[in-house]
């Protein structure tokens, strides 16, 4: 089977997808975040707060099940190659990101659900602390490791994650 050189349409829709849910629950945390202090100060949330509380919830239960699913895509289907002409140690930076990636795709909705639907205090407290902290690291990172192979290598990387092209293709 050839390599492929650019992700699929169901690869880039997923990645989007989950990226897109991540970033909500990381820059809109506040419906959660209201719900917790109002039940740890032993008051009742409004409706309001406990629907913000779900919208929160719900969007990380679509980013664990789209993980899944999307881990299922990945290895039933080919990767491109990687970039030629890069270091080896950028090729090993770019492989623990993605693994550091997917582990806390899959372990901050784990953790969201421990808290919020079986109310263990500790994944609360770890998903919103040192979980989200790392998320937001390894996410800065991998954005930033697209960019530069993108601009100071010339790499087609974001371009197979974008629009699905690739030099080889476009040479061709």
Do not use: C
């Amino acid at each position: 089977m050839p390599v492929r050189s650019a992700y699929s349409v169901p690869q880039r829709l997923l990645h989007w997808l989950v990226a897109l849910l991540v970033f909500f629950n990381l820059l809109f945390p506040d419906g959660m975040n209201a719900w917790r202090h109002l039940v740890h100060r032993g008051q009742t949330p409004s409706p309001g707060d406990i629907a913000s509380a779900n919208i929160h919830a719900y969007a990380g239960i679509a980013v664990l099940l789209l993980a899944i699913v999307r881990l299922a895509v990945r290895f039933s289907s080919d990767a491109p190659e990687k970039p030629n002409g890069q270091p080896a140690f950028l090729h090993h930076i770019a492989h623990v990101t993605h693994v550091l990636l997917y582990v806390l795709i899959f372990a901050m909705p784990v953790s969201g659900i421990a808290a919020y639907y079986l109310g263990v205090d500790t994944a609360g407290s770890v998903h919103g602390g040192l979980m989200k902290m790392l998320l937001w690291i390894v996410v800065v990172l991998h954005i930033f490791g697209a960019l530069v192979q993108h601009f100071y290598f010339r790499s087609d990387v974001l371009r197979r994650m974008t629009i699905g092209e690739s030099n080889s293709r476009k040479s061709a």
